[in-house]
Each structure stands twice: as C-alpha cells, then as structure tokens.
C-alpha cells in the first residue's frame, strides 16, 4: 500500500500542475452551475435535484477526460517500464492510479458542496436525500474513474483512452435511458447494469447496499482489468 500511496501522491501533483485538469474542472463547474442556478432563480426551485439529474451524463465526459492519461501516458512515454522495474506491483500501479483519479473526483465533488449550501441559505433542505446524493456522486465517480484506469491501461494513446472510456461510461448510462422502450425481458438487465439507475436511487435519499455494492463491483472488476493488462506484458 505505501507504493499505491506514493504513486497516488505523484499522480495527484501531476494533476493540479496540468492546466488539462483545471480546464476540465472549470468546464465542469460552468456546465452544473448554470444547471443549478437557472434551476434556482429562474424556476424559482430551491433544491438539488437538477444538479443531482445531470451529473451522472456530465461525469460520463469529464471523468474520462481525467484519467486517460494514467496509464496511457506512461506506456507513451515508455516510463511505464522504468516505473515497474522498481520495487512495485502491478497492482499497486494500478491502484495508485486509481487513488488518484478518485482524489479528483472527490476533489470537483468537494466543490460543488457549494450548490448544498446555496440550497441550505436559502431554504430547508432534504438533508438525508442531499447527503446520499453526494455518496452517490463519489460512488459514481470511483466507477468511472476505475473504468478510464481500465481504458487507460489498454493503449498508449491517450485519445484511444478517452474515447474507450467515454464509450464504456456512457453505455452504462444510457442503459437505464432505454429502460422503458427495451423489450421486458431485457429491462432488468439494463437497469442493473445502469449506473444511472443505480445513482437515482441514491439521489432521491434512499441508501440500498444494492447501490452500494454495485459501484464497488464496478470499480473492482474494473481495476483488477487493468492490473490484468499491465501484466500481460510478461506473457509476450
């Protein structure tokens, strides 16, 4: 764990000295904020649930935009090996990595608390709805920060990342899109495989371990992908 922890710290440094990561960031918060706030002064709707509504489509972009480089860049550059030859597992890269696209994402989630307390000032507030809510973003965004980990470890070129990525993300949420018009007896597959469905729940102030365990499976299946790719250069 302390090399997973090193590499993390590496890689979070990396990210806040890229302008990549601010850009990101910044759009991020221009796009949810005026979500929020035409919500809140123009409708007149003092809640959170426009900004809740559309994060899961936003993370879909901006979580992958993140993390395309975390493998990616390192096989491009070739540091990838020089960074394996030292006293580190696989997983423990990909872990670290990992740690770091989450930090991230908590980081932007972190953020946006700012639209909670907007809420707070002006009205009552839904606690239990609006703390679960933001589980439920960090959940989601573990998940696809482990997915564009998984991305990132399949190429050395960080647009084939990012697309893969987007694409992977995206399709998970559009599942629970295409619930409704599905035929029956594909609905229960696509709403438990939906990152989306798995999300409303969460949002509306209802914690299922259900929910929980489905972002976990996601981001442990993912990740152990990845480390399985990193190790695959040995059996060449």
């Known amino acids: ?3 997973a922890s090193t590499i993390a710290k590496r890689e979070i440094r990396t990210f806040f000295n890229s ?10 918060m221009l796009i949810s904020g005026y979500l929020f706030f035409s919500q809140l002064f123009l409708e007149k709707s003092a809640d959170m649930r426009q900004y ?3 994060t899961p489509l936003l993370f879909s972009f901006i979580i992958p935009a993140l993390t395309m480089r975390l493998l990616a860049e390192e096989k491009g550059s070739g540091t990838l090996e020089l960074l394996i030859t ?23 989630v972190g953020i946006t608390a700012v639209y909670a307390i907007t809420v707070m000032m002006l009205g009552p507030i839904d606690k239990g709805a609006a703390l679960t809510g933001y589980l439920g973003l960090l959940l989601l965004g573990g998940a696809y920060a482990a997915i564009g980990v998984m ?19 995206f399709a998970l ?20 495989i939906s990152t989306d469905v798995h ?26 992908i990845a480390t399985a790719s990193l190790e695959s250069r040995k059996w060449k």
Do not use: C, H
Not at 19 to 28: K, M, N, Q, R, S
């Open 86 to 108: 030292m006293p580190v597992r696989d997983w423990e890269v990909v872990l670290g990595k990992f740690l770091a696209g989450l930090a991230m994402v908590a980081t932007i």
């Open 199 to 224: 999300f409303e729940s969460l949002a509306k102030g209802v914690l299922d371990t259900r929910d929980i365990l489905y972002y976990v499976s996601v981001m442990v299946i993912s990740l152990v």
């Open 151 to 169: 991305a990132s470890s399949f190429t050395r070129n960080q647009i084939v990342a990012f697309i893969l990525s987007f694409a992977i993300s």
């Open 1 to 3: 764990m302390n090399a």
């Open 19 to 28: 302008p990549v990561a601010y850009l990101v960031v910044t759009v991020f």
């Open 52 to 54: 809740l509504g559309i």
């Open 173 to 192: 949420f559009l599942a629970g899109k295409i619930v409704q018009i599905a035929p029956e007896w594909l609905k229960p597959v696509l709403a438990f």
